[in-house]
C-alpha cells in the first residue's frame, strides 16, 4: 500500500507564511504528478497547485504568485511554500499523488490525511 503524510499546517496570521510537505512512502515505483487540494466548509474540493514528474507546475487563480508548488523525487515528498496568505486561504488542505506502485502497470491516486491551514488575526 501507499501512504501520504502531511506536515505543517497550522495558525497563521493574514499576510504569513507556512510550508506545507507531503511525503510518499510504501509501494512506491515512481510518482506521476502531484497535487495539493484545499476545502473549505461548505465548499467543493478544489486543485491549488500541481506539479508534474518533470516539474511542470500550474496553480489556480486565487494562488498565483503567493504559492509555490516543489517536489523532491528522491524523498517522495512534495511542498507548498504559502506566502501573503489570507483568511479565504482558510481550508483543509489534501495532498494528492499519481503513483505508480511496485511491480504495476499504470498508476493509481492516493490522498493524504488533509491538513488544516487557518488564517486569522
Known amino acids: 500500500q501507499v501512504q501520504l503524510v502531511e506536515s505543517g499546517g497550522g495558525l497563521v496570521q493574514p499576510g504569513g507564511s507556512l510550508r506545507l510537505s507531503c511525503a510518499a512512502s510504501?509501494?512506491?515505483?515512481?510518482?506521476?504528478?502531484m497535487g495539493w487540494y484545499r476545502q473549505a466548509p461548505g465548499k467543493q474540493r478544489e486543485l491549488v497547485a500541481a506539479?508534474?514528474?518533470?516539474?511542470?507546475?500550474n496553480y489556480a487563480d486565487s494562488v498565483k504568485g503567493r504559492f509555490t508548488i516543489s517536489r523532491d523525487n528522491a524523498k517522495n515528498t512534495m511542498y507548498l511554500q504559502m506566502n501573503s496568505l489570507r483568511r479565504e486561504d482558510t481550508a483543509v488542505y489534501y495532498c494528492n499523488a499519481d503513483v505508480i506502485p511496485t511491480r504495476y502497470s499504470g498508476s493509481l491516486h492516493y490522498w493524504g490525511q488533509g491538513t488544516q491551514v487557518t488564517v486569522s488575526s
Open positions: 510504501g509501494s512506491i515505483f515512481s510518482i506521476n504528478t
Open positions: 506539479v508534474t514528474g518533470t516539474g511542470s507546475t
